[in-house]
């Protein structure tokens, strides 16, 4: 935070200083984009804070990942509807519940936990948007987006399903390459 407001005021000052108007507005532009970021992350930062502090309720969100298999479970992305901004949520995904597919709208009992921004890890997530994380005691899987986007994502839910029953390593390559989703068993 502080180093973001010192860097303002450096490129603030390199505006009054610089002679050569371009490099004037190439210092304005750089401040005001500085500035912009600073306020994205205080902003994402206080949403997480007052989303971790609403307590457990049901959350509707659409998916937006494959399903990842990861060392503690399967993790899910997701965004939240209806919250300003529709912040990122980590999803820990409960054991036996049916995994929803990329573009489906699920809802999620759970209570949203601000991501920790004190481990390497977390700052990488909360740098690409993931501020909450959450691990659901119950989940459903309530439809498809809506159109137009959510038949392009239906489609591509069955397509990738049609691909993974052929088997083999010649599916799974066409299912990575041309639908981006991870081979079957990857995380």
Known sequence: MALGCAG?????????VCRR????WLALAAACALAV???????????ASVLDASGPRAWNALVVSDPRATMFGIDVMARL????????????WPEGAP???????????????????????????????????????????????????????????????????IGGRGAQALTSMLFGAPAEGEG
Do not use: C, M, N
Not at 37 to 47: E, M, R
Not at 126 to 155: C, D, H, K, T
């Open 99 to 165: 995994l929803p597919a990329y573009g489906q709208r699920v809802v999620l009992d759970t209570r949203l936990r601000a991501s920790p921004r004190a481990l390497d890890a977390s700052r990488y997530a909360f740098r690409s948007a993931e501020i909450l994380r959450a691990s659901p005691w119950r989940v459903s899987v309530v439809g498809w987006a809506g159109w137009p986007v959510g038949g392009v994502w239906a489609w591509r839910a069955s397509s990738i399903e049609a691909l993974r029953a």
């Open 8 to 16: 303002i005021a450096l490129l603030a000052i390199a505006v009054g």
């Open 81 to 92: 509807d209806g919250v300003a901004g529709s912040p990122a949520v980590r999803v820990s």
């Open 37 to 47: 970021a600073l306020a994205h992350g205080l902003w994402l930062g206080q949403t």
């Open 21 to 24: 108007v371009v490099l004037k």
